[in-house]
């Protein structure tokens, strides 16, 4: 009976999920171009298309410039994350209701008008960064932020960051919520201070939570593609070229490689898979 009553659900993820991830194994081990594409017919190249993504530098920067842009952005939003909500925690109810109401805000905007708000901020001329900047005489002259090879990336984190902090804040205060109030007013009896009250309460009970959000947004990490779009398109140079945009780029453009495409978006996947289950055995500790 429950199987039968789960049917729908598992028909649609095989439609939606295993179909798509089938399918893109079977390109990634086939030649796959506009010339088989034409004729319909794939033929299998064995392993080829991985050995030549391995020996590919471009492959291994996207790689490189990837786990820089998950490292900044996962480690920022925990931080970050932990911080505010605590602050919430600590507010009256109105205050943080409005508080949560507003923070909501930069996750309900979609990626790629993210990104191109953010390039209209960053923008070297007339960009609304520099002139806040320059107003209160921090800077003397523009920065290109998105144009300079050594800051690109780094400046499409911050908005990376900005439109998916919310996801963590809300997830931790709600783990907040949950721990008793027994358990600090025990702590600050026997002499704990706000410090040790963190450390040897707050933290421990948090830590499932902070897996779980270190999985999620690392898999997501892993795969941003729009603010990249928006704001450099993998420029300056390949200064920002992360993992998914070199998926996109190999697949779509000359010369249309999409078997070497769907090689790469499976390596990623792999290395997801591989990062998540050290994220579990690392930080993962269940409560009893």
Do not use: C
């Not at 600090?184 to 002499?191: I, K, L, P, Q, T």
């Not at 421990?204 to 898999?219: E, F, H, K, N, Q």
């Amino acid at each position: 009976m429950a199987l039968l009553m789960n049917l729908p659900s598992l028909a649609v993820m095989a439609l939606v999920l295993a179909y798509p991830i089938y399918y893109a194994g079977y390109l990634s081990v086939h030649k796959v171009g506009i010339a088989e594409i034409r004729r319909g017919v794939f033929p299998f190249y064995d392993w080829q298309n991985y050995a030549r993504l391995f020996e590919d530098e471009l492959f291994w920067l996207s790689l490189q410039n990837t786990a820089i842009f998950t490292f900044v952005t996962v480690s920022a939003e925990i931080v970050l994350a932990v911080a505010i909500a605590l602050l919430i925690n600590q507010s009256s109810l109105w205050t943080s209701r409005v508080t949560r109401w507003l923070i909501l805000l930069p996750y309900a905007i979609p990626p790629i008008a993210n990104g191109l708000i953010w390039n209209f901020m960053y923008n070297f001329q007339f960009g609304f960064l520099n002139r806040i900047l320059f107003t209160a005489g921090i800077i003397g002259e523009p920065i290109n932020w998105a144009g300079n090879p050594d800051t690109a990336l780094y400046a499409v984190t911050v908005p990376y960051i900005w439109r998916t902090l919310p996801f963590a804040i809300l997830l931790i205060h709600a783990a907040l919520q949950g721990i008793p109030r027994e358990l600090y007013e025990a702590a600050a009896v026997d002499g704990a201070t706000a410090w040790h009250r963190f450390r040897h309460v707050t933290l421990p009970l948090l830590r499932p939570i902070i897996a779980v959000i270190l999985i999620l947004r690392t898999s997501f990490a892993f795969a941003v593609f729009e603010e990249i779009l928006a704001i450099t398109q993998g420029g300056p140079g390949d200064a920002t070229w992360v993992a998914a945009w070199y998926s996109y780029k190999v697949s779509f453009a000359p010369p249309f490689n999409i078997g070497a495409g769907s090689a790469s978006a499976y390596v990623l996947a792999m290395i997801v898979g591989a990062l998540a289950i050290l994220y579990v055995k690392l930080v993962y500790r269940r409560i009893a």
